[in-house]
């Protein structure tokens, strides 16, 4: 594939990214997630620049270059003189106005999905499996106590409220929608709190539901 070919370029250092770009979170992630990914849009366009750049440039690229340039300036000339569409606006409570709101609640939740699993990801380290224990210590456990039976027990979900920096929906890394109450909290588990609290995106934790 085009990108094994870049990967040598890229292991180099040889590639940079503004990292307070608006879109650096969403390219990274694609890049992240590649090939099992959703979207592979952006990955490819980086193969095809990285590939288009290695490559011998052609005689009178600098004429080429101007001209192209030009030809960009005559067509935003044009685009900027032509008539801009009017942008349609419904009746509040007609069948068109719903049919609008409900898409953009669907764009504002997909934006908060992604906005969860890109803290997520930041937030999690990776995680290593348990070291093997030597065949000799592989011995029967033996039965816990009563005490700890009943601590074991009693440890269920552990729940935490957290003070949100903006009101309206957060996706959580369990799946779930929550509505930020209108005194900015919101309650959640308390291992769907974890990358929120670690991302330093303005998220606070006042209690620990279960104490």
Not at 108 to 133: D, F, I, K, V, W
Not at 171 to 195: C, F, H, N, W
Request: charged share 30%; hydrophobic share 35%.
């Amino acid at each position: 594939m085009r990108l094994h070919a870049q990967t040598a370029t890229i292991e180099a250092g040889r590639v940079h990214i503004l990292a307070d770009a608006p879109w650096v979170d969403d390219y990274l992630h694609e890049f992240l997630v590649f090939p099992n990914g959703k979207h592979d849009d952006q990955v490819d366009s980086t193969a095809q620049f990285l590939h288009w750049l290695s490559k011998p440039k052609m005689v009178s690229e600098g004429a080429y270059e101007y001209m192209r340039r030009e030809a960009e300036k005559v067509l935003a000339a044009q685009k900027a003189s032509a008539p801009q569409p009017v942008k349609q606006e419904y009746a509040m409570g007609s069948v068109e106005w719903e049919a609008e709101q409900v898409r953009k609640e669907a764009e504002e939740a997909e934006a908060l999905r992604r906005e969860a699993q890109t803290l997520a990801s930041r937030a999690q380290p990776m995680r290593q499996p348990p070291p093997r224990r030597p065949a000799e210590d592989c011995r029967p456990a033996l039965p816990p106590s009563s005490t700890a039976s009943a601590m074991l027990q009693s440890n269920g979900p552990r729940y935490v409220r957290l003070k949100s920096p903006r009101m309206g929906q957060v996706y959580t890394l369990s799946g779930k929608r929550l509505d930020i109450e209108p005194d900015m909290t919101v309650q959640m588990l308390e291992e769907d709190a974890k990358p929120l609290l670690a991302s330093n995106s303005g998220w606070e934790k006042l209690s620990d539901e279960n104490e």
